[in-house]
């Protein structure tokens, strides 16, 4: 199993669906982490984000047979879990608030932490007050790291969409934390 944690995501899920279904758990540690904070990034909610992802993870290896290996697994599995967010926002029909104590590396310098550690809270703040539709392609970006391509597979839009979209998010973004 160690020799398979170095594969590619598309080769695990090819050895899933023939023989090994154990070998998921490697595509869940990968993700997991990173699914919960997109997810809580869109919901405004840690508890309901995990669930979520949980509930993503499920659906995704039900339906590994329709997956096609020549794509790319991260903005499949980004959609199922965008699909289940936009859901669950329909279900319950409410906002609530950003979390403040989002999990980043820390550094051994505090005065750096104490910095770093504002900055996020005040990114925080302006991100909650951007509309989803510019705040969702602008956080899989900068936090995600995703490329304009997988954005334009998650969210199903064309790049030039995304571009247009990530560009007013910064804008917004920028007005609205000079303002606070």
Known sequence: MTEDKELKDEEIIEKVRTSDRDLYAIIVNRYEKKLVRYANTLIKDEEKAIDIVQESFIKAFVNLNS???KK???SW?????HNQVINIAKK????TPLLEDWDFESEDNLEKDFEKKEIIENVGMCL???PILYSEPLTLYY???KSYEEISDI???PMGTVA???SRAKKIMKNICQKN
Do not use: A, C, G, M
Not at 92 to 95: H, L, Q, T, V
């Open 155 to 157: 969210l199903r839009i």
């Open 72 to 74: 790319k697994f991260s």
């Open 77 to 81: 599995i980004y959609r199922i879990v």
């Open 164 to 166: 247009i979209r990530i």
């Open 92 to 95: 319950y029909d409410k906002e």
């Open 143 to 145: 936090i995600d790291e």
């Open 128 to 130: 909650k007050e951007i």
């Open 67 to 69: 997956f096609n290996t």
